[in-house]
Nanobody, 122 residues
């Protein structure tokens, strides 16, 4: 599986962005997919995850109510709609396929995209 993240950019606080993660390879619809982010000098942290059917999703407390993860299996794409952005959301955002284990840990994911930079100015 290859993952290509896009949609990042520079936005003012309170603004919105929608990230996309396009996947190539077989059986995309069977994968659980997650978004993580990594700010400078910090460890990569969990943001959101969506199960293969799209019916179940989980979020980090820091983004709950502001971010929405969704997927379109026909387009092999997962999205992260980010609203009410804050400067502390500034990070490189990565998508990844879940291979097993706790959704919140990077070790539970095997294939990773290259990341897309999100910068929120105050």
């Amino acid at each position: 599986v290859q993952l290509q993240a896009s949609g990042g950019g520079l936005v003012q606080a309170g603004g919105s962005l929608r990230l996309s993660c396009a996947a190539s390879g077989r059986t995309f619809s069977s994968y659980t997919l997650g978004w993580f982010r990594q700010a400078p000098g910090k460890e990569r942290e969990f943001v959101a995850v969506i199960r293969w059917s799209g019916a179940i999703a989980y979020y980090a407390d820091s983004v709950k109510g502001r971010f929405t993860i969704s997927r379109d299996n026909a387009k092999n794409t997962v999205y992260l709609q980010m609203n009410s952005l804050k400067p502390e959301d500034t990070a490189i955002y990565y998508c990844a396929t879940h291979s097993g284990g706790n959704y919140y840990y990077t070790s539970a994911y095997d294939f990773w995209g290259q990341g897309t930079q999100v910068t929120v100015s105050s």
